[in-house]
């Protein structure tokens, strides 16, 4: 019966948000997050935490109720984000320039791209905006509970014209897919903050410890294909976002090698995420 509530709630949430006029669906869920704020649940008080090992004890409580509207605007671009056309996805999603030459130079030659990203701004859209672009694009999706809210969003990324494997599950292992579509030119972004297979790599993050997977690194070194890190903020009507070129080292054990490229991810995350921590939804444990 949860389940199918929780299913339930999903499917009524694409609709009905689909349905409502912009301004009003930015209102409900501008309230929803000021209520999540005031409320102070887990979540809410994990996100604190996060927030403070990034800009430090003196951190401002505002940054707090700040970062929750940005995570709840996420959800809200979402839900909405199958009714828009490939050029509102376009438009909504503005890369700089010149690292926007530099991908188009890259794929032009029929190269494949690592793209690893935190969760930061809607990554959603940044998908839809590499579609948009008529770039092939493959990625990785964690297996949610229960299985239909699962397919609903493998459903929902499928619909903005990219592929989604499962993380665990599949007929094949994801990274060989991956490397396979890579050496065919195809765009692969993963998100990469975030470990959850408990066999990361270890990196320093702020000061402190964490793991982050080692896949994105793992497929730069075996293909060859540039890799870069996604930073992405919101501005008042879209998204911003710039590239970061990661060079993963070419000498020495893959297991250092692979060490090395993923604490490089991890400061290039870092840079961002001091930029613009309020866009930065990590509401789960994330240090050790």
């Known amino acids: 019966m949860k389940d199918q509530l929780t299913t339930l709630g999903f499917t009524a949430g694409w609709r009905l948000v689909r349905a409502l006029p912009l301004p009003v669906a930015q209102a409900l869920f501008r309230r929803v997050a000021d209520r999540a704020w005031k409320s102070n649940g887990p979540g809410t008080q994990r996100l604190r935490r996060n927030y403070q090992q990034v800009v430090g004890a003196d ?6 109720r700040d970062g929750l509207r940005s995570y709840a605007r996420y959800w809200m671009e979402a839900f909405r984000l199958p009714s828009r056309t490939r050029e509102q996805n376009a438009a909504g999603f503005n890369m700089r320039a010149d690292c926007h030459e530099e991908m188009k130079s890259v794929i032009a030659e029929g190269n494949g791209l690592v793209l690893a990203l935190p969760h930061v701004a809607n990554w959603d859209a940044a998908a839809a905006w590499v579609v948009a672009n008529d770039w092939r694009m493959i990625t990785v999706a964690e297996r ?3 299985e239909a809210v699962y397919r609903k969003f493998l459903d929902y990324r499928e619909s903005l014209g990219m592929r989604v494997l499962p993380l665990t599950g599949g007929d094949r ?8 579509h890579l050496e065919q030119g195809w765009v692969v972004p993963l998100l990469a903050d975030r470990d959850l297979s408990r066999g990361g790599v ?9 793991r982050m997977p080692a896949g994105p690194a793992l497929l730069a070194i075996r293909t060859g ?12 009507d879209r998204v911003e976002a710039v590239l970061r070129k ?5 000498e020495g054990p893959l297991d250092e090698r692979v060490k090395r490229t993923v604490q490089l991810m991890a400061d290039a995350f870092a840079i961002g995420i001091a930029d613009h921590p309020q866009d930065w939804h990590m509401l789960q444990k994330l240090w050790l």
Not at 59 to 64: A, D, G, K, Q, R
Not at 205 to 210: A, C, E, R, S
Not at 225 to 236: F, G, H, I, L, N
Request: glycine share 4%.
């Open 59 to 64: 951190m401002p409580e505002t940054l707090v």
């Open 144 to 146: 949610l509970k229960p």
């Open 173 to 180: 292992p994801p990274l060989d897919v991956l490397a396979e």
């Open 202 to 210: 270890e990196v320093d993050f702020f000061g402190g410890k964490t």
């Open 225 to 236: 294909a540039p890799m870069y890190t996604v930073d992405c903020w919101y501005s008042q």
């Open 246 to 250: 990661i060079t993963p080292p070419a």
